[in-house]
């Protein structure tokens, strides 16, 4: 499998999403010239007939699989299909790759699987050892059943499919809508509009307390394209940082950073959420040499500096749209 990406067809799907983008980035950068990303609106991956066809048409011999449902808003709100989607796509993608000869499969799983009690770091070994948050069950538990499927496809019919597991994410490119972003990107949007608007404080969920473990995504990528080229165990591997960070410090960072003096307001009437989560990450650097690179707060300078520039394009594209608009109206 060395430098398999320089002469094998390969199959992304999420790969148009946020981490997907830099994963194809990644294979782009070594050499792999063969890569297939399905869109979602042309390929539903819950349906076999569709996994079959894009099979048929790719014809792949390494399978990344990263596509799934995560907005929590659909595991809270709609949690059977949640659980029905991602288990779906998951497992009929494997059972695909054993009938085309798939030459690797690459699944991503979810530091969320994780149980709700358990020490820290979290490690592999733990990874069955209690259920997960009870609110995250639904997309957890799907893409957890995968690495079962995975382990009794290795040791029935000897297919080679790998296991990852990655914490948190941030970086460019993320999602950083209102209503479905995650903690990082959320908070800058806030802590930006506030400062924009001259906001005195700002109101942030829960205490402050629960700490998080966060992964730049450039980082993840790179760990994924390292494990698709030298891991072949049945065995899950973490994907994190290494370092633990409250969520009171990330806002206080984040305020820092984008030049909000204010005061910081706690509503201790939300949920915080699971307490603490931290990966240990031995392991990864162990089996395919990989570490993370990107410290924390010049990771957070860059997502933020990413965001304010698309944000201004984001400006001058509807100012010139206008523009144009009013000289149609004109002539």
């Known amino acids: 499998m060395t430098n398999f990406v320089f002469d094998q067809r390969t199959l992304v799907t999420g790969g148009a999403g946020f981490l997907g983008s830099h994963v194809v980035k990644k294979l782009e950068q070594r050499g792999c010239t063969s890569i297939a990303v399905p869109r979602r609106l042309e390929c539903d991956l819950t349906r ?21 449902i995560i907005d929590d808003r659909v595991t809270r709100c709609h949690a059977a299909r949640s659980f029905y989607e991602n288990l779906m796509m998951g497992a009929q993608l494997i059972e695909a790759c054993r ?133 072949n165990d049945r ?10 960070i409250s969520i009171r410090d990330l806002a206080n960072h984040i ?28 392991r990864a650097e162990r089996a395919f040499g990989f570490r993370p690179r990107k410290e924390f707060l010049a990771g957070l300078r860059e997502t933020i500096d990413w965001y304010r520039k698309a944000l201004l394009a984001e400006r001058q594209e509807v100012t010139g749209h206008e523009a144009s608009h009013a000289g149609i109206l004109e002539s």
């Open 255 to 282: 305020a820092r950073l984008v030049g909000f003096s204010g005061k910081i307001v706690w509503d201790t009437a939300k949920p915080d959420g699971q307490a603490r989560e931290l990966l240990e990450i031995s």
């Open 99 to 231: 009938q085309h000869n798939v030459k690797k499969f690459v699944c991503i799983g979810t530091a969320t699987s994780y149980p709700k009690i358990v020490p820290l770091p979290f490690r592999e070994e733990d990874f069955w050892s209690g259920y997960p948050d009870e609110l995250r069950a639904p997309y957890s538990m799907a893409k957890k059943t995968l690495l079962v499927q995975l382990q009794i496809y290795r040791q029935q019919y000897g297919f080679n499919g790998i296991y990852l597991i990655p914490t948190n994410l941030y970086g460019p490119g993320d999602n950083f809508s209102p209503l479905t972003g995650h903690v990082i990107p959320a908070l800058i949007v806030r802590f930006l509009a506030a400062r924009s608007r001259g906001d005195r404080e700002v109101v942030c969920w829960g205490s402050g307390s629960p700490t998080r473990d966060f992964l730049f995504v450039e980082d993840c990528a790179e760990a994924i394209v390292l494990a698709t080229e030298r891991y």
């Open 48 to 68: 076999w007939e569709n996994i079959s066809r894009l099979f048929d048409e790719t014809r792949p011999q390494i399978v990344i699989h990263l596509a799934g």
């Open 235 to 244: 065995e899950p591997v973490n994907l994190g940082s290494g370092v633990e």
